[in-house]
């Protein structure tokens, strides 16, 4: 069983910084592409920042130059560093991750973590 655990949201002042971290856990072969997605009230889901098994990194245009994403696969973790945030970031941040069950697993799985919430006041 794959268990995906995010930490780190809270209430932060226009301007401040959060970082947030998501641990995989259980039993698996080995992790592709891990992100970052977030969801505002009565909007969709949306991708916030994704890395690759190679540390490939792509980021949604409203977050470039402020948000940091990276990964440690020692720690099956990945990290979210936010800075400059503005109440726009309010949100509910889940982590999601492709996870390969086994080595001869033909494809790999996504999922999902609870979702930590994020507050911006201004």
């Known amino acids: 069983q794959v268990q995906l655990v995010e930490s780190g949201g809270g209430l932060v002042q226009t301007g401040g910084s959060l970082r947030l971290s998501c641990v995989v856990s259980g039993t698996f072969y080995k992790i592709y592409t891990m992100g970052w997605y977030r969801q505002a009230p009565g909007k969709e889901r949306e991708l916030v920042a994704a890395i690759t098994s190679i540390d490939t990194t792509n980021y949604d245009d409203s977050v470039k130059g402020r948000f940091t994403i990276a990964r440690d696969n020692a720690k099956s973790a990945v990290y979210l560093q936010m800075t400059s945030l503005i109440p726009e970031d309010t949100a509910v941040y889940y982590c999601?991750?492709?996870?390969?069950?086994?080595?001869?697993?033909?494809?790999?799985?996504?999922?999902w973590g609870q979702g930590t919430q994020v507050t911006v006041s201004s």
């Open positions: 999601g991750a492709f996870v390969v069950p086994t080595p001869t697993s033909s494809d790999a799985d996504h999922y």
